[in-house]
């Protein structure tokens, strides 16, 4: 009688920053008991959108900006993404008083959350509009602001702890513009699944998830090896700074705040045109 086939690891990719180390570090190093085994692959985020879009990969951390594009083939995941406040993308320039009327913007992808935050504030704020986007790997952009290659620059992620180091100037927190005029968390990226996958499975993938989280706030200490091994050389301190940014009670369940502030960053895009709208059930899990 030959031996019960093991079934395949699934493939997963999501990026090397510390929050997403943080959150898989026990299911990726078989620390959560019953969990299907995973095959990493860390990109960055611009990366997996593209991903997701051409149907790669079992699970992916993605920005919500590209879920009206993947939803056809993805379930959205009620857990393990990045949702918060005071934790928004901020717009960088070298002069604090810098009027960004047809200016040239660089930003990490025309397809993520940051972007679609951007467009929000700048068709509030912007009264003339801004000119030129051009997109750029994130870690081109401050130093193109500081070397004056573009007039501004939207950065993410461990960047509002160091733009400082560059000689720039914060001139927005769009998060605090999305939270002042919404109320809401602000919604930066998701953990999406195949729906091919089934119902149970997907079930099984959330429930990992969760529990790969609480393994995380239990014995931080534990994750630490892997997240500073792919931090890219990012201080500790500002690897403990990213997490506790990051990774908060939305990372364990969305809930009711959570699935808001998805829908309404996506419904408000939508009506500026900015990406397809959504189904009424679109976000439904599984």
Known sequence: MSPEKLPEPLQIAYSPCPNDTFVFDAWAHDRVPGAPALDVTFADIDITNGMAERGEFDVLKVSYAVLPYVLDEYTLLPCGGALGRGCGPLVLTRDADADLTARTVA??????????LFRLWAADVVA??????VVMPFHEIMPAVRDGKVDAGLVIH?????YQNYGLHKLADMGEHWERTTGLPIPLGAIIAKRSLGEERLQALAEATRASVRAAWDDPEASRPYVLEHAQEMDPKVADQHIGLYVNEFTADLGND????????LTRAAAEGLVPPLGPDALAFP
């Open 107 to 116: 930003v990490p992808s025309e397809k993520s959350t940051a972007y679609l």
């Open 128 to 133: 003339g509009g801004v000119g030129e986007i």
């Open 158 to 162: 461990e960047a509002r702890f160091t």
């Open 258 to 265: 959570g699935y808001a502030a998805i829908r309404g960053l």
